[in-house]
T-cell receptor, first 114, second 112 residues
Framework: AQSVAQPEDQVNVAEGNPLTVKCTYS??????LFWYVQYPNRGLQFLLK??????LVKGSYGFEAEFNKSQTSFHLKKPSALVSDSALYFC????????????FGAGTTVTVRA | EAQVTQNPRYLITVTGKKLTVTCSQN?????MSWYRQDPGLGLRQIYY???????DKGDVPEGYKVSRKEKRNFPLILESPSPNQTSLYFC???????????FGQGTRLTVV
């Protein structure tokens, strides 16, 4: 079985400070990892993914994430947070096998204060 | 414009009255999925489809049905809705299993 844990329900940071949203995963095979963001009353929007290759992945809106196989983590980071980054963030994983089961974490609410 | 369209956006219904939530994508994607979003639980996959006439269960399929007769459409059917199916539902599509998913705007369903 595959699963995702986002250990923090909420993350609060000041504008201009670094932002980190944590994610750990569990799969039996090779992980395909994704980050999505959800703004109020909207669907989810893709930020970035790790499939293979470089462990540091760069995505939309200045976000990046680092894949750490030994720690089974895929933390999302942004060097300088903006008020407009306030939203709900989801980490997701699927086992790179033959099915299309995708598991999401419970989500982390990010609040960036001016 | 590339998009996933769900209808209706909001629905209030009574227990036991069959309903269908439609989902259509215009990107010629192979893969489609349905999810439900509940507070504190994130998104949970209900069903997915990897091609026309190919569907499979996700993590929470009980009480739901799907069909994939055409590539663009993937309707979600609740034969006999119950109050525990009150939730926010999302349809999504992707080109392949290793590409990002595009999500619809969501359907907020209330079963009384």
């Amino acid at each position: 079985a595959q699963s995702v844990a986002q250990p923090e329900d909420q993350v609060n940071v000041a504008e201009g400070n670094p932002l980190t949203v944590k994610c750990t995963y569990s799969v039996s095979g090779n992980p395909y990892l994704f980050w999505y963001v959800q703004y109020p009353n909207r669907g989810l929007q893709f930020l970035l993914k790790y499939i293979t290759g470089d462990n540091l992945v760069k995505g939309s809106y200045g976000f990046e994430a680092e894949f750490n196989k030994s720690q089974t983590s895929f933390h999302l980071k942004k060097p300088s947070a903006l008020v407009s980054d306030s939203a709900l963030y989801f980490c997701a994983v699927r086992d790179g096998g033959n099915d299309y089961k995708l598991s999401f974490g419970a989500g982390t609410t990010v609040t960036v204060r001016a | 414009e590339a998009q996933v369209t769900q209808n209706p956006r909001y629905l209030i219904t009574v227990t036991g009255k069959k309903l269908t939530v439609t989902c259509s994508q215009n990107m010629n994607h192979e893969y489609m999925s349905w999810y439900r979003q509940d507070p504190g639980l994130g998104l949970r996959q209900i069903y997915y489809s990897m091609n026309v006439e190919v569907t499979d269960k996700g993590d929470v399929p009980e009480g739901y049905k799907v069909s994939r007769k055409e590539k663009r459409n993937f309707p979600l059917i609740l034969e006999s809705p119950s109050p525990n199916q009150t939730s926010l539902y999302f349809c999504a599509s992707s080109l392949r299993g290793d590409t990002e998913a595009f999500f619809g705007q969501g359907t907020r369903l209330t079963v009384v």
